[in-house]
């Protein structure tokens, strides 16, 4: 029986389904499955980071998103990030995840559960931060370094812990 590899995940961007001009990769970012991956105007990908595009779903990264290095975005659930996002380093966003059934299963056949998620615009997620499926992080959200999102937050909570919990609400403008 002959396995079927996704690649390598090197690219070019012309491969992409959509990416707005004045967008920057670093060294050594890869893109699995460009053909569904779009990005807005002025997106910055880090050094080493994985956008894990995939076959049946489609990941979209907003205008003027900043994305730091060694970051891990899978998208077979589909994931959406809004405009002028700012991603630090280490942060890894899931959209799978392994079912759970009631008995010790050997990993690779456990059934896999997939969900979206929704970043929205102008949320700041801190270094080394995970989200987890099914998340949407409401507009202007502020989540933690070292951060495990688990559920929906709130537009301009401040959140942090593992899970991460509301600490408290930025303004909705700067003064």
């Not at 396995?3 to 890869?30: I, K, N, T, W, Y």
Request: with cysteine; proline share 7%.
């Amino acid at each position: 029986m002959r396995h079927r590899s996704h690649g390598d995940g090197r690219f070019q961007p012309e491969e992409l389904a959509s990416c707005g001009p004045d967008c920057v990769f670093e060294l050594d970012v890869l893109i699995f499955h460009p053909n569904n991956v779009h990005l807005g105007r002025n997106v910055y990908v880090g050094h080493r980071s994985i956008l894990k595009g995939y076959h049946d779903n489609v990941m979209r990264i907003g205008e003027e998103t900043w994305i730091g290095q060694n970051c891990f975005f899978h998208s077979a659930g589909g994931l959406t990030i809004g405009e002028r996002v700012g991603v630090g380093p280490g942060v890894i966003i899931l959209t799978s995840t392994h079912a759970e059934r009631g008995r010790a299963f050997a990993p690779l056949s456990m059934p896999i559960e997939i969900a979206p998620v929704t970043i929205d615009a102008e949320v700041n997620l801190g270094v080394g931060s995970i989200v987890l499926p099914g998340v949407r992080i409401g507009r202007g959200a502020m989540i933690g370094a070292g951060s495990v999102v688990t559920r929906d937050v709130p537009a301009y909570a401040i959140v942090a812990g593992n899970p991460a919990r509301v600490l408290g609400e930025r303004p909705e403008r700067a003064p």
